[in-house]
Nanobody
Framework: QVPLVESGGGSVQAGGSLRLSCAAS?????????QAWFRQAPGKGREFVAA??????????ADSVKGRFAISKDDAANMQFLFLQMDNLQVEDTALYYC????????????????WGQGTEVTVSS
């Protein structure tokens, strides 16, 4: 069972915006110590994008997206969601974006995270 499902990917021109969502199924985000977004461009390894702590007070960003991307979460509704608002998208942001969740820790390494979604594709054209 895949507990995390991403959506919101698509194709945009450079300078445009997209908002990614990640829904938790079977286990809500309040059970996790942290959640994060990673991405993987064609031919490259998985790269950290952003992370948020259980309460939302602590957020980490990769230098490449700082000031352009914003991570947030919504635990108030019946479904729990993680979001990634991406503004001023650039061609180098083109990648498959993954949602991830960690039961016990928070960090920038993929190994920190226990559960992963299947990914949503983002394509940015010039």
């Amino acid at each position: 069972q895949v507990p995390l499902v991403e959506s919101g990917g698509g194709s945009v021109q450079a300078g445009g915006s997209l908002r990614l969502s990640c829904a938790a199924s079977g286990r809500n985000f309040s059970s996790y110590a942290s959640q994060a977004w990673f991405r993987q461009a064609p031919g490259k390894g998985r790269e950290f994008v952003a992370a948020i702590s259980w309460g939302g007070a602590t957020k980490y960003y990769a230098d490449s997206v700082k000031g352009r991307f914003a991570i947030s979460k919504d635990d108030a509704a019946n479904m729990q969601f993680l979001f990634l608002q991406m503004d001023n998208l650039q061609v180098e942001d083109t990648a498959l974006y993954y949602c991830a969740a960690s039961i016990k820790r928070m960090g920038r390494m993929a190994a920190t995270y226990d559960h992963w979604g299947q990914g949503t594709e983002v394509t940015v054209s010039s």
